[in-house]
């Protein structure tokens, strides 16, 4: 049993100044009416074209060879110019079989980017390694192993989080740091799993992972006060929730873990409890409970009621899917592979040339493809494509990559850089104009010109300043209100314009809902979530 790690780090932006003159069309007010909807309150709109899971994107992946570089050790790369931690990932890939077994399987099967989120605490990491355990990736072996190193740390019951949590200072503080990803396969699905951290201070980490995902599994644990603790506010169920609507994730998964503690001992009242005060919520948060989010009961460390559905000697009022179910039932919205191509860099090294690493959030990439690095232009050259662990051909949207460019260094590649077609690449730009919602600001602030908070936008994070407020949107009504702002407080929604020190690729939302959605945060906290409505009509000399 072989378990190989990889980490990636991902830095902030380095200085590439350009000069760029703004013009900007005018947006109807039916449109902000529209995009009001489908910002915050809406998934229902979003959701309309599903896809079978049996019949989605079979031509996608061309297994080449298995990939040859996979226990890379990726080393930090930039300085971080924000008070925000590093984002980081790392690579839990379990064992030879599953890749030989996706090297004949992968052609076949849709993929979905899971992130699982949730207060710290609540099982996420432990979910995660019970389901690489539950598909064959882990053996007794190393379950052994770990349970013994668990132990040495008193920390005996973390030994199934152990397979996620792979670091030294997660295991020894029992607490996901980086995220982590892990691939499996059900009938129907090839899923990667992103183990996104609970603990506040690493919200960036799991912006990152949420903002590469389809779907959340949304773990709340059932166990006394744990449940109530997350759900409060400034807990990090609500904050997850929120971000995760905000950064594209339209279906979750909302298990109910720790029904095994003795608090709670598979109990429907306290199940029941837990459903009907998260429903509300979410649907404050933009989930259309019915269509979009699923509820169900397991035990993560028992590993009950994952692979196959719990007994009804321990559960006997429990009727719905297994977890393995649900995640092979969910459909989502299927993606243009014939869009122009956009894959956002979230890391990038040098082996045998520049290797950069992203989701495809539009179009296709082939061996041998001509592609700019936006927003320097660079031109570069696909060599070689590796799709989880194997080498494949051609690859489509949805997949998160490996790529190995030539025709640039790694050094000149920062983190937030989109790699992107040449016919229709990305918007580069350093001002925008977005509308906001906002959440919370530190001390009841006032959000007005001048503030300044840094901007979390699919791989970017970049300090910027709001220079204009244009309207305020009534909340009533959800029209524009003529008169003029200069302020806004807590729960507004407000249309501004936004700037940036360095050039950022973005697009709109209603064109890439993934690359036009983003957040604001400041000393730790989100303060507003938003989507870019309107791009200057840019000329510009780089
Ligand atoms: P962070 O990464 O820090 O956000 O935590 P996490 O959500 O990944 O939680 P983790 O998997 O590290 O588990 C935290 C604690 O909860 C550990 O002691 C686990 O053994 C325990 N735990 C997780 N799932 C279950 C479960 O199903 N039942 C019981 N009884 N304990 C569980
Ligand atoms: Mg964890």
Redesign the pocket.
Known sequence: MVQQVAKESVGTKGNHKRTTIFTYTHTKRTDIEEDIRSLQLDSAEENNGVVNPGDARPEEVEVVDKMEEDSEEVQAVSQPVHPEPKVKHKEVSAVEDAESQQETEGNNKRHLNVV?I????????????QILFLSGQVDDRTIQKYEKEAKDKS?E?????YI??TNEE?RIK???VEVGRAHFETETTRFTIL?????KSYVPNMISGASQADIGVL?I?A?KGEFETGFEKGG?TREHVMLAKTLGVTKLLLVV?????HTVNWSKERYDEIESKMTPFLKASGYNVKKDVQFLP?????GLNMKTRVDKSLCPWWNGPCLFEALDRIEITPRDPNGPFRMPIIDKFKDMGTVVMGKVESGSVREGDSLLVMPNKAQVKVLAIYCDDNRVRHAGPGENLRIRLSGIEEEDILSGFVLSSVAKPVAAVTEFIAQLQILELLDNAIFTAGYKAVLHIHAVVEECEIVELLHQIDLKTKKPMKKKVLFVKNGAIVVCRIQVNNSICTEKFADFAQLGRFTLRTEGKTVAVGKVTELPTVSSSA
Not at 118 to 124: E, F, I, L, Q
Not at 298 to 302: A, C, K, T, V, W
């Open positions: 699982f949730g207060h710290v605490d609540a099982g996420k990491s432990t979910t995660g390694g920390r019951s973390w030994y199934m989080a996620m949590d997660e029992g607490k996901t183990d996104a951290p609970g603990h773990v644990s166990r990090q873990n720790k029904m095994d503690d397991i035990s993560g460390l028992m």
